[in-house]
């Protein structure tokens, strides 16, 4: 039985960090997006994306560029989505040749007058337990909250996952 949950464990982990690999150099969240903007004090969030997930139940990334346009830094604290039962904040990384991925329960900075991609191989949004299969064409709701912009709920299309 332990054998059998450790199996399962590692299964799961691993399907965790491919959806998150990076297939080429990262590239900016805007490729493949269509999605309109979304302003909020002086953020201004687009090209919002997610990708085809085969199964309900599973993951599956967000991601999308903010620009911070004020004198002030703001923060992401948190996001959430009708169409999922959590989503994340993450981070993927390497060193040694180990590719990590952690989450970021402090948030995400998002510098005065910067600019943040979110985009495969960094920075992401990560969509826990899809309650349907996404499919090409869909849209995801997600509602951002910010530190000091409020919270704003942001249409994330969902477009074709790559031939690898």
């Known amino acids: 039985m332990n054998r059998r949950l450790s199996l399962i464990a590692a299964l799961t982990s691993g399907l965790l960090l491919a959806a998150c690999k990076p297939t080429t150099p990262p590239t900016p969240a805007i490729e493949g997006a269509t999605t309109a903007e979304t302003r909020i004090g002086d953020l201004l969030i687009s090209a919002a994306t997610s990708r085809e997930t085969p199964l309900a139940g599973g993951t599956g990334p967000g991601f999308m560029s903010i620009r911070n346009a004020g004198s002030a ?7 959430s989505s ?3 039962t959590s989503v994340e904040l993450h981070d993927v990384s ?5 590719m990590t991925m952690r989450a970021l329960p402090e948030g995400l900075l998002i510098p005065a007058g910067g600019k943040v991609e979110l985009a495969t191989g960094g920075l992401h949004l990560m969509l826990i337990g899809v309650t349907e299969a996404l499919a090409a064409g869909q849209t995801v709701p997600v509602e951002l909250r910010f530190e000091k912009a409020g919270t704003v709920t942001v249409p994330f299309a969902v477009i074709a996952r790559k031939a690898q």
Not at 73 to 79: G, I, K, V
């Open 73 to 79: 830094d703001d923060r992401l604290l948190s996001a």
């Open 94 to 98: 390497m060193a040694d040749g180990q």
């Open 82 to 84: 009708p169409m999922t």
